[in-house]
């Protein structure tokens, strides 16, 4: 909490990419994102004048950075520690939720959006994607892979992680991931040697 009694900015954001990763961001309003990072919806709607969206956009950034931040920690040892990092933390989120937690930036990507606009959540899903690649490609072409190559296995492993992970929750097991982490590791590893 802040000095002035209200729930921090950064609480509610935290709150409503939690909710968003169990739910999903149809199946959730405002209130109950409000609710579940234990805010007022008064506090919620001042640092979010435009609501769900709004507040949802900012969830995913939120989402994105934080993982970006684990990767740019692990990628100085190298793309294999950087995908241990990616795929350590979400496992971490499945396993500690009981299952019951996933990604909140793919939950938004795979909404359907209004037939006459892009959403910014949506638009902001597709950046964090792209960081992660990017973060990802840059390691690899770092340790002598070709650029191409570097950025299509970057997109197979979020790819592969992020489908993996509804995977986990739908099996109720981290068995998804650990066949998923085997391939993947083999893949960064044969890459990095050619």
Do not use: N
């Amino acid at each position: 909490m802040a000095e002035t009694g209200k729930p921090s900015r950064e609480r509610i954001v935290a709150g409503a990419a939690d909710m968003i990763s169990r739910r999903g961001l149809s199946a959730t309003s405002i209130r109950e994102m409000a609710k579940h990072a234990k805010a007022p919806l008064g506090s919620t709607y001042h640092y979010f004048p435009e609501g769900k969206q709004q507040l949802a956009t900012e969830a995913v950034r939120h989402t994105g950075e934080w993982v970006a931040r684990s990767l740019r920690r692990r990628l100085t040892a190298g793309p294999a520690a950087g995908l241990a990092a990616f795929l350590d933390l979400w496992r971490g989120i499945v396993v500690e939720s009981d299952f019951h937690a996933g990604c909140p930036v793919l939950a938004v990507a795979i909404e359907e959006p209004p037939a006459d606009e892009i959403p910014p959540a949506l638009v902001a899903a597709a950046e964090v994607f792209e960081q992660w690649q990017t973060l990802l490609a840059d390691s690899l072409r770092e340790h002598g892979v070709e650029a191409e190559q570097a950025a299509q296995l970057a997109t197979l492993v979020v790819a592969a992680v992020e489908g993996t992970v509804a995977m986990c929750r739908a099996k109720r097991s981290t068995q998804p991931l650990d066949h998923t982490a085997v391939q993947l590791q083999a893949l960064v590893a044969a890459a990095i040697r050619h």
